[in-house]
Nanobody, 121 residues
Framework: VQLQASGGGLVQAGGSLRLSCAAS????????VGWFRQAPEKEREFVAA????????YYADSVKGRFAISVDNAKNTVYLQMNSLKPEDTAAYYC???????????????WGQGTLVTVSS
């Protein structure tokens, strides 16, 4: 099972990026997929999650109204659209998949590698 995260980069404050988490090796139809981030010298934190086959979404308060998580079943990929980016969004972003409870607790079974997002002021 693999989760491949991509889409990070350098963007100015107010700009947008779309992160992708491509899943392979199994189906995640009964799983939740989440995005997490870790800034330098800070603990990893939850950003957003989606129930793969139900579409229900969850967001951290800090990103509500700016970020949107979605699923493309045909591509077996979860996206995180990030708009109105702020310097404080700068972090390594990771995707993870697991049961709903595990993922919402920050303990998904499967992890992708990080993709770095840098927002300049």
């Amino acid at each position: 099972v693999q989760l491949q995260a991509s889409g990070g980069g350098l963007v100015q404050a107010g700009g947008s990026l779309r992160l992708s988490c491509a899943a392979s090796g199994r189906t995640f139809s009964n799983y939740a997929v989440g995005w997490f981030r870790q800034a330098p010298e800070k603990e990893r934190e939850f950003v957003a999650a989606i129930i793969w086959n139900g579409g229900r979404t969850y967001y951290a308060d800090s990103v509500k109204g700016r970020f949107a998580i979605s699923v493309d079943n045909a591509k077996n990929t979860v996206y995180l659209q990030m708009n109105s980016l702020k310097p404080e969004d700068t972090a390594a972003y990771y995707c993870g998949a697991g049961t709903y409870l595990a993922t919402m607790r920050g303990l998904p079974t499967y992890w992708g590698q990080g993709t770095l997002v840098t927002v300049s002021s």
